[in-house]
């Protein structure tokens, strides 16, 4: 709740693939202040060119394979990225580790693996590695350490190392990753992606594919799903069943505004569900407490294309610009102003000004507003509930996260009750413990109230659990608070099992 990290779930759908199935779930971690908590960075390689020598096989593999001196490798995913990938060995080792002789090994059982991706330019390094039973066997590293590679399951360990590959004169510095004699290429291309549909996207709870890949994260909160083109959108039908799941898991879900959105006036006929069916909003009714639409579209330097400028969807952005306002003011701070700027980007879509944002605003729509000296920023902060003809109580983004927040934490934080009697000293505990959490979230200024009575209150006792609660080993908790807007209270209601459930 709040913080820098990053899951990535990557889709990805072969081609000739025929019967629909999407292979997904996958998922990484990565960190960084702009990334956003939850990032559904899902994506199929849909174009590109092959860097790879005619000697590859034909693409028909699910992963890229690569074969440095012997010693087996496959991309790490599926996909069509993989066959950019270059491999280079070397003996320049150490042997000076205590594990090297504990393991009855000597220097000549030791290698170093470089692995380099030619389209990104990412390169990761691992030294002092081996094929032989250690806590550097190569398998096992490459599994823990590296997001760009792994040794192949279905091969064995060789059982020696692997040669070297020549090391190139400073006057051949540039060809490292282009000749053979410096470094492998892939010899198994792997096939590009298809177009991922709407069913790609879902995937299945059951195998925890597509979407329900999430299953696998113990926690997320904010859930981004762009379109696998630039120019393309998530249809209607995933973000529908997307914001169900973020109401099932306490999560927000960011909504990017449709592709054919390129001026404030199909933007207004979008959200109100008129115009073309491609540029409709079709999300309604409580749910969409947690969503929040953003529009424009941005550009920026596409590093796919050399740094040429292209259009993007929002949602990286908003999610890793909430990330970092959580961070540093808290999840009840509005992700919005100034201060909340859009990095990287070079532009908008569409620049708009005062009078469109004030007539798109109390329509629940976002804003992206560029000013001069301040840059591109967030101008807007209001759920998809959040027209001023609704008055929903959550209409705005940090007062939904808030409670989204506090329900989290207190469902999670309340674990303990389970199991034990259920009577006046348990409930006692709740409010106390609660009630410390409560106070803490108001000394540093998420709710409105000069006093902590005004900011909040706990309720736990013989009026919430009721007899037939006790009976059924429930136990119910009443938490309520004032949000900096609106003024008034917002009630959140904890259920926990706790003692025996009497026959």
């Given amino acids: 709740n709040g913080g820098?990290?990053?899951?990535?779930?990557?889709?990805?759908?072969?081609?000739?693939?025929?019967?629909?199935?999407?292979?997904?779930?996958?998922?990484?971690?990565?960190?960084?202040?702009?990334?956003?908590d939850t990032g559904g960075d899902t994506g199929g390689d849909t174009g590109g060119t092959d860097t790879v020598g005619d000697t590859a096989s034909a693409a028909s593999a699910a992963k890229a394979g690569l074969d440095a001196k012997g010693l087996k490798l496959e991309a790490a995913y599926e996909g069509a990225?993989?066959?950019?990938?270059?491999?280079?060995i070397d003996h320049n080792v150490s042997d000076q580790m205590s594990w090297v002789a504990?393991?009855?090994?000597?220097?000549?059982?030791?290698?170093?693996?470089?692995?380099?991706?030619?389209?990104?330019?990412?390169?990761?390094?691992?030294?002092n590695v081996t094929v032989k039973e250690s806590p550097r066997r190569v398998d096992r590293v490459l599994k823990n350490e590296s997001n760009l590679v792994r040794f192949p399951g279905s091969e064995t360990l060789p059982t020696a190392r692997p040669g070297k590959h020549d090391d190139p004169a400073p006057s051949e510095s540039n060809k490292l990753w282009q000749d053979d004699k410096f470094s492998s290429k892939v010899t198994t291309l792997a096939a590009k992606s298809a177009a991922l549909d709407v069913n790609a996207y879902k995937g299945s709870r059951a195998n925890k594919t597509g979407l329900y890949a999430l299953e696998k994260a113990d926690i997320f909160n904010l859930l981004c799903i762009p379109p696998d083109t630039r120019t393309g959108n998530t249809s209607q039908d995933v973000f529908s069943e997307a914001l169900t799941y973020c109401v099932e898991r306490r999560a927000m879900l960011i909504v990017d505004?449709?592709?054919?959105?390129?001026?404030?006036?199909?933007?207004?006929?979008?959200?109100?569900?008129?115009?073309?069916?491609?540029?409709?909003?079709a999300l309604s009714g409580t749910n969409t407490?947690?969503?929040?639409?953003?529009?424009?579209?941005?550009?920026?330097?596409?590093?796919?294309?050399?740094g040429q400028l292209d259009t993007f969807v929002p949602c990286g952005l908003v999610a890793g610009a909430m990330a970092r306002t959580d961070v540093q003011r808290g999840v009840w701070k509005a992700p919005a102003g100034i201060d909340v700027s859009l990095n990287g980007t070079r532009g908008?879509?569409?620049?708009?000004?005062?009078?469109?944002?004030?007539?798109?605003?109390?329509?629940?729509?976002?804003?992206?507003?560029?000013?001069?000296i301040i840059g591109r920023v967030i101008w807007g902060s209001r759920t998809?509930?959040?027209?001023?003809?609704?008055?929903?109580?959550?209409?705005?983004?940090?007062?939904?996260?808030?409670?989204?927040?506090?329900?989290?934490?207190?469902?999670?934080g309340t674990q303990w009750v389970v199991f034990e009697p259920n009577d006046e000293p348990l409930w006692a505990q709740i409010r106390l413990n609660v009630g410390a959490f409560m106070h803490n979230l108001f000394r540093q200024g998420a709710f409105q109230g000069a006093t902590p009575r005004e900011a909040y209150l706990v309720k736990c006792d013989r009026e919430t659990t009721t007899q037939n609660d006790i009976n059924l080993g429930i136990v119910n908790i009443v938490?309520?608070?004032?949000?900096?807007?609106?003024?008034?209270?917002?009630?959140?209601k904890i259920q926990q099992l706790a003692g025996q459930v009497e026959a």
């Fill in 384 to 412: 998809l509930r959040g027209a001023d003809l609704l008055a929903d109580e959550y209409k705005y983004v940090p007062v939904r996260r808030l409670a989204l927040y506090i329900e989290e934490s207190l469902y999670r």
């Fill in 479 to 492: 938490v309520g608070f004032a949000p900096l807007k609106p003024a008034e209270f917002v009630i959140i």
């Fill in 81 to 88: 990225w993989g066959n950019n990938l270059h491999a280079r």
């Fill in 4 to 36: 820098s990290q990053a899951l990535i779930v990557r889709l990805y759908k072969l081609a000739d693939s025929g019967n629909g199935d999407t292979t997904g779930g996958d998922t990484g971690d990565t960190t960084g202040g702009d990334t956003g």
């Fill in 289 to 306: 407490r947690n969503a929040a639409l953003y529009f424009p579209r941005v550009t920026q330097a596409d590093p796919l294309r050399e």
């Fill in 348 to 372: 908008l879509s569409a620049n708009l000004t005062d009078d469109e944002n004030g007539m798109l605003n109390p329509l629940g729509i976002n804003c992206l507003r560029g000013f001069p």
């Fill in 102 to 127: 504990a393991n009855s090994l000597t220097k000549n059982d030791l290698f170093n693996l470089t692995v380099h991706d030619t389209d990104t330019a990412v390169t990761e390094t691992f030294a």
């Fill in 257 to 281: 505004s449709p592709a054919v959105w390129n001026d404030v006036d199909k933007a207004i006929k979008g959200i109100r569900g008129e115009g073309a069916n491609e540029g409709k909003i």
